[in-house]
């Protein structure tokens, strides 16, 4: 009779095992599932971009609303503006304007929407914040040719894919400044630059 209740012990154990073995693998796919569906995305925020403007033109996001609203959880005492770039035909330069004390930022993102760079506008010079996007390639094209008695003064950012966006994003303290901030995100500038002779 001792052997029985070791048997189902160990029959318990097996079962315990098996039913644990399944729970992780369901929980690895589940995981691994969730994480690669940005991939597969077709409406993602880069495609629904790209129905509303050509690349290295700034358009101005409509307003934050309950009825219509193109993009998920916007601020409605935010202004939000957008252009698409290129990188393939050369470096694409960024110039945003900023207000003195209202928060305004720069978000740039790769063509599956992620942020690899942000700037807010501490980090203008002038009133205005400018950078260079460029690919791994173009900067070291560009670097070859910096003076070495001169440092160069451009924000260079490194994107890691071709296509991409810049989002431009302006808080405006109550809705009657909303306006302002409208035309502080509308004057984003993306425009190609030329490479070094």
Not at 8 to 13: D, G, Q, S, T, V
């Amino acid at each position: 009779m001792t052997g029985a209740p070791a048997r189902l012990r160990a029959a318990a154990f097996d079962v315990l095992m098996i039913v644990l073995g399944g729970a992780i693998t369901a929980g690895l796919v589940h995981i691994v599932a969730i994480l690669i569906i940005p991939l597969y995305a077709s409406n993602d925020a880069f495609a629904r971009l790209s129905q509303l403007a050509p690349v290295n033109k700034t358009v101005l996001l409509p307003e934050a609303n309950g009825a219509a609203r193109l993009f998920p959880y916007a601020d409605p005492a935010v202004a939000a503006a957008f252009c698409r770039y290129d990188l393939r035909d050369g470096p694409v330069r960024v110039k945003a304007p900023i207000a003195r004390y209202e928060f305004s930022s720069l978000s740039f993102h790769t063509r599956r929407g992620a942020i690899f760079y942000a700037l807010t506008d501490r980090a203008a010079t002038q009133n205005a914040l400018d950078a260079l996007v460029v690919t791994e390639k173009q900067l070291r094209t560009i670097s070859a040719r910096d003076s070495e008695d001169e440092p160069t003064r451009d924000l260079r950012i490194v994107s890691s894919t071709d296509e991409g966006f810049v989002l431009m994003r302006s808080f405006s303290q109550s809705p009657s400044q909303l306006a302002d901030a409208e035309a502080r995100v509308s004057a984003l500038k993306c425009q190609p630059e030329a490479m070094p002779p």
